[in-house]
Structure formats: C-alpha cells, structure tokens
T-cell receptor, first 109, second 112 residues
Framework: EDQVTQSPEALRLQEGESSSLNCSYTVSGLRGLFWYRQDPGKGPEFLFTLYSAGEEKEKERLKATLTKKESFLHITAPKPEDSATYLCAVDQGAQKLVFGQGTRLTINP | KAGVTQTPRYLIKTRGQQVTLSCSPI?????VSWYQQTPGQGLQFLFE???????NKGNFPGRFSGRQFSNSRSEMNVSTLELGDSALYLC???????????FGPGTRLLVL
C-alpha cells in the first residue's frame, strides 16, 4: 500500500537559518507529489506539484525537489511567517491523496 | 476567484445524532473530495465525486456518505455520530480528475 513518511516531525529554526524537510514515499506509479502548507485551524494551502524525478519548483523562499523515492522542501532564509505545518501527499489515483503526518515548522525571530 | 467554501465552520453534536456538511467548490471545478483530519490519524481520504458520481472511497464505515449536485456542490453526511468522529472535515476541489486539489477552510465537528 502507498505510504508517505515525513521527517522531522517538528523543526525549530532561527530566522534566516535555511533547512530542508523530507518526504519519502512508496507508491506504485507516481501520479503526482504535492506539497501543502497548513496554518492552525485552516485548510491546507497548495504549494507545489511534482510529477517526475529530477523536477524542481520554486516559490519565494521555498524550493521543492523530487527523486524516485523522496521529495525535499528546501526553505532558504526563512521568516517567522513561514511557520506552519508542511504536508506532503501522493496521488493514488481518482483524486485520492495519501498524506504524510506533516512537519511542524517554527521560525523564531 | 472565490475559493472553496464550507458550511458550517463549527458544529457541536451529541453521540447518536447525524450531521450534514456542505461544500461549494471553486467555480468551474467538477471534482470534489472529502477528507477527515485528526491529530492521531492525520489527513485521511473519505470519498471523491465527479459529475455527481462517487468515483473513489476511502476506508470509512458506511455511516459516512456523500453526494454531489448538478452544480458541483457537495454534501457529506455522518449518521449515528460517535465520539471518534470529532475532527476537522476538509473539502477539496479540482478542475478535472488528476488535477491539483484546492482545500476549503474545513468544518470542525465536535461530538459530545
């Protein structure tokens, strides 16, 4: 069965301290890997979709990359407003997303 | 363009009651999916509707059901509520199948 594992569970950084979040997956035939950001009490906000190994996408301080077995979300020079839970999900088909447990990121000023 | 809207935002029910949640997708989106989010299990897929037809269903009991109307709006119903049904219920819409899903703000259900 498709599985998605995110690490670390929680990460605390100082403002400006760059780091990476990991999402490893086992899936038979990747149809798409998605990154979302979720703030407390809100629905997930779409960030990126990656479809094939080697693909990279960037948005402001975030960059997502994809290999055959994992994806990384790189955060460069983060700011306090980047604090959120970051969720990774794979498309299992027919719009069924399988989510990881998320990484809770805290950026201290 | 307006995003996905869900009503109500908050709901308190007691065990044994039933509840209906509503979701209006982004204009033009035809696929609507429902997810349950709890601290212990995370986000779990409930079901997906496309053009009024349920195309996919997750591993939830039959107490959880849904439907989609001709205008793509969707409702989810939970009958005979249990304490464990307390969760954030999220709706997501996409333009077509195999497209990015955009989530609404969710309905927080508390079962007492």
């Amino acid at each position: 069965e498709d599985q998605v594992t995110q690490s670390p569970e929680a990460l605390r950084l100082q403002e400006g301290e760059s780091s990476s979040l990991n999402c490893s997956y086992t899936v038979s035939g990747l149809r798409g890997l998605f990154w979302y950001r979720q703030d407390p009490g809100k629905g997930p906000e779409f960030l990126f979709t990656l479809y094939s190994a080697g693909e990279e996408k960037e948005k402001e301080r975030l960059k997502a990359t994809l290999t055959k077995k994992e994806s990384f979300l790189h955060i460069t020079a983060p700011k306090p407003e980047d604090s959120a839970t970051y969720l990774c999900a794979v498309d299992q088909g027919a719009q069924k997303l399988v989510f990881g447990q998320g990484t809770r990121l805290t950026i201290n000023p | 363009k307006a995003g996905v809207t869900q009503t109500p935002r908050y709901l308190i029910k007691t065990r044994g009651q039933q509840v209906t949640l509503s979701c209006s997708p982004i204009s033009g989106h035809r696929s609507v999916s429902w997810y349950q989010q709890t601290p212990g299990q995370g986000l779990q897929f409930l079901f997906e509707y496309f053009s009024e037809t349920q195309r996919n269903k997750g591993n939830f009991p039959g107490r959880f059901s849904g439907r989609q109307f001709s205008n793509s709006r969707s409702e989810m119903n939970v009958s005979t509520l249990e304490l464990g049904d307390s969760a954030l219920y999220l709706c997501a819409s996409s333009l077509l199948s195999q497209e990015t899903q955009y989530f609404g703000p969710g309905t927080r259900l508390l079962v007492l």
